[in-house]
């Protein structure tokens, strides 16, 4: 009989546990579940994969424990060419913006890839649901390597993984220049002299770079966090380079925690000391017993074999606290995405049950107060708000690819981007 789970080995000897104040609680929504096959599952719900009321309800529980943030899937291919599985998704940044009011805590960070996507747009877009959500906007760095993804637009020719991420770095750095081209108080309004904006607060990024050509400024004001929480996955080495360059968050996909914490490892050198949460990808199949999970995944694989993208633990809610601890006690390592390959049972196990246990152990904030006011994202990862590169004191100095222009007074707003 196969183990009931996947949980990996204690730490290696060289990477000996420490003590860890707390774990980093995120999960990824998608559909039914990662699994293709979850909308065969019973409490699953597929005549509403695709409305509000589906995804009000797979965001409920998570916002109601207090997870750290929700990760919004998202790319530019059906992710399947069988009839029997799961297809399609909603726009992820859209998605997000609709659940910002009908959420209270949790982050919401979208997936955007940034092969297809112009910078300009991706910045306005995070922008404005870190606006709409009072500050709790992150945005999932993607990137899109098929054919199938390049077709769609046909404006490109797919590229390989290497290039891609290159690519996506320099967009990171874009974004988060014209995140910063409205200084604080841009905005003035003031009735008395006819001023709403204060024109030499905004900034050209005059960015132009081996992929892209951007002159800014953005034409949303800065949000509440001034720079919303980056996440890039770390899953290769060509993705781990960008992460090192410029996230705030790294999800590490590996197949057991040794090789996550020697990976963690190998992205605070590269990242030179910057300041780095590191979150192990977890896949979770939760069932009260774990005769009954294992049962649920055979069901699922002989309908569509799924091998794991992560590390996968199919168990009880209490075999999970038990790797959770081992996370929690890991070097280098912050936390865990939870990602259930079925929705809403191995969620609702996971807050329920998973998440009050974490708090008995200190390993999770207590539950909030009614009424107490939500942290910013930024400030659930323990990350100050910048300042304005372009502010007088800001805490980003621009590089020389992106240093504004004399102060003049900013044309329209424009951006180019163009291919290798």
């Given at each position: 009989?196969p183990?009931?789970?996947?949980?990996?080995?204690?730490?290696?000897?060289?990477?000996?546990?420490r003590?860890?104040?707390?774990?980093?609680?995120?999960?990824?929504?998608?559909?039914?579940?990662?699994?293709?096959?979850?909308?065969?599952?019973?409490?699953?719900?597929?005549?509403?994969?695709?409305?509000?009321?589906?995804?009000?309800?797979?965001?409920?529980?998570?916002?109601?424990?207090?997870?750290?943030?929700?990760?919004?899937?998202d790319?530019?291919?059906?992710?399947?060419?069988?009839?029997?599985?799961?297809?399609?998704?909603?726009?992820?940044?859209?998605?997000?913006?609709?659940?910002?009011?009908?959420?209270?805590?949790?982050?919401?960070?979208?997936?955007?890839?940034?092969?297809h996507?112009?910078?300009?747009?991706?910045?306005?877009?995070i922008?404005?649901?870190?606006?709409?959500?009072?500050?709790?906007?992150?945005?999932?760095?993607?990137?899109?390597?098929?054919?199938?993804?390049?077709?769609?637009?046909?404006?490109?020719?797919?590229?390989?993984?290497?290039?891609?991420?290159?690519?996506?770095?320099?967009?990171?750095?874009?974004?988060?220049?014209?995140?910063?081209?409205?200084?604080?108080?841009?905005?003035?309004?003031?009735?008395?002299?006819?001023?709403?904006?204060?024109?030499?607060?905004?900034?050209?990024?005059?960015h132009?770079?081996?992929h892209?050509?951007?002159?800014?400024?953005?034409?949303?004001?800065?949000?509440?966090?001034?720079?919303?929480?980056?996440?890039?996955?770390?899953?290769d080495?060509?993705?781990?380079?960008?992460?090192?360059?410029?996230?705030?968050?790294?999800?590490?996909?590996?197949?057991?925690?040794?090789?996550?914490?020697?990976?963690?490892?190998?992205?605070r050198?590269?990242?030179?000391?910057?300041?780095?949460?590191?979150?192990?990808?977890v896949?979770?199949?939760?069932?009260?017993?774990?005769?009954?999970?294992?049962?649920?995944?055979?069901?699922?694989?002989?309908?569509?074999?799924?091998?794991?993208?992560?590390?996968?633990?199919?168990g009880?809610?209490?075999?999970?606290?038990?790797?959770?601890?081992?996370?929690?006690?890991?070097?280098?390592?912050?936390?865990?995405?939870?990602?259930?390959?079925?929705?809403?049972?191995?969620?609702d196990?996971?807050?329920?049950?998973?998440?009050?246990?974490?708090?008995a152990?200190?390993?999770?904030?207590?539950?909030?107060?009614?009424?107490?006011?939500?942290?910013?994202?930024?400030?659930?990862?323990?990350?100050?708000?910048?300042?304005?590169?372009?502010?007088?004191g800001?805490?980003?100095?621009?590089?020389?690819?992106?240093?504004?222009?004399?102060?003049?007074?900013p044309?329209?707003?424009?951006?180019?981007?163009?291919?290798?």
């Amino acid at each position: 009989m196969p183990a009931e789970t996947t949980a990996p080995p204690a730490p290696a000897a060289d990477h000996a546990p420490r003590p860890h104040p707390g774990l980093h609680l995120a999960v990824e929504l998608d559909g039914a579940g990662r699994h293709p096959a979850a909308w065969r599952e019973r409490g699953a719900d597929p005549a509403g994969l695709f409305t509000s009321a589906h995804w009000r309800r797979a965001v409920a529980p998570a916002d109601a424990a207090d997870l750290d943030l929700v990760v919004l899937p998202d790319e530019f291919r059906l992710l399947s060419g069988r009839e029997g599985e799961q297809r399609g998704r909603l726009e992820a940044a859209g998605l997000a913006a609709h659940l910002a009011p009908l959420t209270r805590r949790t982050g919401l960070v979208p997936v955007v890839t940034t092969t297809h996507t112009e910078a300009f747009h991706t910045s306005k877009a995070i922008a404005t649901l870190d606006l709409v959500s009072t500050g709790r906007a992150g945005w999932q760095v993607g990137v899109s390597a098929t054919e199938q993804e390049a077709a769609a637009f046909g404006r490109r020719p797919a590229a390989l993984p290497a290039q891609l991420w290159e690519e996506a770095a320099e967009t990171v750095e874009v974004v988060r220049a014209l995140w910063d081209s409205w200084e604080d108080d841009a905005v003035v309004r003031d009735a008395a002299t006819g001023r709403y904006v204060d024109r030499a607060r905004l900034h050209h990024v005059d960015h132009a770079g081996r992929h892209l050509s951007v002159r800014g400024p953005s034409i949303t004001p800065r949000s509440p966090q001034g720079q919303p929480l980056v996440v890039v996955p770390g899953e290769d080495g060509a993705a781990r380079d960008a992460a090192a360059a410029g996230a705030d968050v790294v999800r590490l996909t590996t197949p057991d925690l040794a090789v996550a914490v020697h990976r963690a490892a190998e992205l605070r050198a590269a990242a030179g000391g910057r300041a780095l949460r590191v979150l192990l990808d977890v896949e979770v199949l939760l069932r009260p017993t774990g005769a009954e999970a294992r049962e649920v995944l055979r069901r699922l694989d002989a309908a569509a074999p799924t091998p794991p993208r992560a590390l996968r633990h199919v168990g009880t809610p209490g075999t999970l606290l038990g790797l959770l601890r081992q996370v929690a006690a890991a070097d280098g390592l912050d936390g865990v995405v939870a990602v259930p390959l079925d929705l809403p049972a191995s969620l609702d196990a996971l807050t329920a049950q998973v998440v009050p246990a974490l708090r008995a152990e200190g390993l999770r904030p207590p539950a909030p107060a009614p009424g107490e006011a939500p942290p910013s994202l930024r400030a659930r990862f323990g990350l100050p708000r910048p300042a304005s590169r372009y502010a007088a004191g800001g805490t980003t100095a621009p590089t020389a690819a992106t240093a504004p222009t004399a102060a003049t007074a900013p044309a329209t707003p424009t951006t180019a981007a163009t291919g290798a």
